[in-house]
DNA sequence: GTAAGTTTGTTGCATTTGCAACAGATTGAT
DNA sequence: ATCAATCTGTTGCAAATGCAACAAACTTAC
């Protein structure tokens, strides 16, 4: 697996460079690699670490009293994850993150973030400027999900979650980052009844798809 | 009505009387009334200011192409709204924001937050910390909704939702801030369905209520 | 105080969805 | 290549929920 390259995350946008061997050592950062399965941070752990997905997929799960688990959000490379437990005040994570494939992750101090930095370094009011930006960004996919989530019936999750995806990808042919299992999770839905209305869906000449890549028509 | 004191705003917090003026001039603030019903931000509205609800409530709806509006979020005296869009780059509201009651803002300018003070003014450091940890705590709320919003069944969101209140008001006598049918709205579910089913939960002995106050047993 | 408008409670019926069980397809490990 | 494990498709049935329509309670404005 590769890296993503570091210009191409988000929250280094225009930081050069040559500042950015210095700004992570100045940040405290450090790099862990985590298995297919295994749990990054349990719900109720401390988390003074923002996560940046260097390569992999993190799954953010929630298990209530009855331990159904559902699959609250997904992060690919380069996304943040941790972020707004970081900068919180009480640092205490209410869910769980679980590496879903191999995945390699680099750490950051989010205090380091928060608070300007006693050297004063140039590049740092860059990336508090773009860890504003990314905290708003995230806060608003949290609620398109909810927008999604308010849909009433299984079709109508399914158009809006379709809709979001094709909005992203900027195409009619979309593939979804989950497998079905996965998205009917995602969607909290039964995925028996989710594929029975794919199918009506298809019948009707709304959408075509082939495991999980959908067309809208 | 009455304003919410300034020392009770969770993003003045840390900053001294004294120098909230100085500080409201330097952040350009203004404050603004709405009437009962009234469009506070549209959608696709540019937002360059990040609201405080000095008194009355704010609620947040988004309609849907087929005219449905549903209820996201709502806001009080104290809390920000509109901030993570403000924040972001492109500064672009995806909701509607409505007084549902007679409300007064305070509206403060984002870039004012996000960027250092040219000034340098001791305070702009305490704001920008407050807002950081506003914002993981707004996150951290919408990740609460998306909890609730995934229980399957009515009865199941219900108690989610209780059970939330509950710990915010820290008391097993609830007052939930939403009128039933706002409520219904809320949490995407049918008024009377709802009703039926805040009825079984009462006659099976989970909870009793009377109007919008609940008791959890 | 009255009337109009809004919110809440109730109930029968149609529809949707969850559930369970199983078969076929796909993936992963050795 | 083979076997085990996981994922996906299908279908009948039961249960939950949405919907519609209406009555009662409550609010608001004049």
Redesign the interface.
């Known amino acids: 697996m590769k890296e993503i390259d570091y210009n191409e995350i988000p929250l280094f946008e225009g930081i050069h460079p040559d500042n950015l061997n210095k700004l992570l050592i100045c940040i405290n950062s450090f790099k862990k690699d985590f298995d297919k399965g295994e749990t990054i941070i349990m719900e109720k752990d401390k988390v003074p670490y923002i996560g940046i997905v260097l390569f992999g997929n993190v799954h ?1 799960l ?1 298990e ?1 009293i009855w331990g159904n688990s ?1 699959l ?2 997904y992060v690919g490379p380069g996304e943040l994850f941790g ?7 009480e640092q205490e994570s ?2 769980t993150f679980v590496a879903v494939e191999k995945t390699r992750v680099l750490f950051l101090a989010a205090s380091k973030i ?3 930095c006693e050297n004063a370094c140039s590049f740092h ?1 860059r990336i ?2 773009n ?3 990314l ?6 996919s ?6 999604i ?4 019936s299984i079709r109508g999750k399914l158009m ?1 979650y379709i809709s979001t995806l094709a909005q992203q990808q900027k195409s009619k042919y979309i593939k979804a980052p989950l497998s079905r299992t996965q998205l009917a999770d995602y969607l ?1 839905i039964n995925r028996s009844a989710m594929t029975r209305e794919l199918g009506k869906m298809r019948d009707e000449g709304i959408i075509d798809f082939d495991r999980n890549t959908f067309v809208i028509k």
Chains 1, 2 share one sequence.
Do not use: P, Q, R
Not at 83 to 89: G, H, I, R
Not at 135 to 140: A, T, Y
Not at 142 to 147: D, R, T, V
Not at 149 to 152: I, L, N, Q, R, T
């Open positions: 953010l929630k209530d559902s609250l959000s972020e707004n437990f970081a900068v919180s005040v209410s869910v928060i608070h300007t009011a508090a400027e860890m504003f930006h905290l708003g960004k995230k806060s608003i949290y609620m398109n999900k909810l927008e989530m308010s849909k009433e809006a909290s």
